[in-house]
Structure formats: C-alpha cells, structure tokens
C-alpha cells in the first residue's frame, strides 16, 4: 500500500482526534500511563497547529476514499522546550525541525520510519523528545538512528527524554 504526507486540515479533527485516543490507550497499554493524561493533552494544541501550517497527517495515497492513519506536527526552527537540556548536550547546535505530537491508528507499519523519512527529507536535522516511559517511542527512535542527548521539560513541568538525528552530509 502506498501513503502520503500532508498538512492537516480542520476538516481532519474528528479523525485526528479518534488517532490520538487510540494511541493514548496503546501507551496505557503498554505501561505508559503518565503521558498525554490531564495536563498533557495534544488535542489542545491541534487547531493552532493546523493554523500555523505544522500539523501533518499520513494517510492512504491510492484509497478511493483517503484514511488518516497517523497525526505529527512539524515545526521548523527553534524550539522552546529544546532551549534548555540537563543531563546531556545536544550534539550540533545549527538550524533544525522538531517533531512534536506523532500519534497512529496501529494499522500502518513502520510509521515512524515514514513520518522521519518525510521530516528529514525537508530538513537534515531533527529534534523529538518522548515520556520517560514510552519504551516503544525509545525503541523505535534509537532504531531509526536518533541519539539520545539528554532531558528536556515541556511546558507543564514534566520531564522529557530529547534524541536528535543529524543526516551527515556525503
């Protein structure tokens, strides 16, 4: 099957809102219960993200009617929460697009692998951060290439644990 990325719509929000509730259940499910729960919600960000022109959806490229799969906002240049890490360093500090908020449907394999190939394709150099317990995120992250520089907090306090991919140059 083949996929598209693209910038979300408002029309997406039922959608992109049925895609976040499901990943929230996969990370209860997988031991992650402090992530995304009364002061880490997504959802309130959605409208102002698809304002700016940084939220993205991946969905069916051939499908005669198109099915968002997976939710990510992308945001080119600097970032607040990466402003300031302890416990590590970042390993570059030059022109870079966080990865914020990635959620999936379950149905699609290798999302990650598709939503970073999309990112760095547009900019070499990516930050992304996840909850301490979201082991699945680490796994995949670390398996794609991202290493991890140290600890971020996002704006409601809580600790994160930032990576970074550097695409060297040939």
């Avoid at 083949?2 to 509730?21: C, F, G, Q, T």
């Amino acid at each position: 099957m083949s996929y598209m990325i693209r910038k979300a719509e408002k029309e997406d929000l039922p959608r992109i809102y049925e895609i976040y509730e499901t990943a929230r259940q996969f990370m209860r499910e997988n031991g992650n219960h402090a992530q995304w729960g009364a002061g880490d919600r997504p959802e309130e960000l959605l409208e102002d993200d698809i304002s700016q022109g940084n939220l993205y959806v991946l969905e069916d490229a051939v499908a005669d009617e198109a099915i968002i799969h997976a939710v990510f906002a992308f945001i080119e240049g600097e970032d607040p929460v990466y402003l300031k890490i302890e416990q590590g360093s970042w390993m570059v500090d030059t022109e870079y697009a966080a990865v914020h908020r990635v959620a999936s449907d379950g149905t699609v394999r290798n999302v990650l692998e598709k939503i970073m190939d999309y990112c760095k394709a547009q900019i070499p150099h990516l930050r992304i951060d996840t909850h301490e317990d979201n082991k699945v995120m680490q796994y995949v992250l670390e398996k794609y290439g991202f290493v991890r520089c140290g600890i971020v907090y996002v704006p409601d306090g809580s600790p994160r644990i930032a990576y970074e991919l550097l695409e060297k140059s040939e």
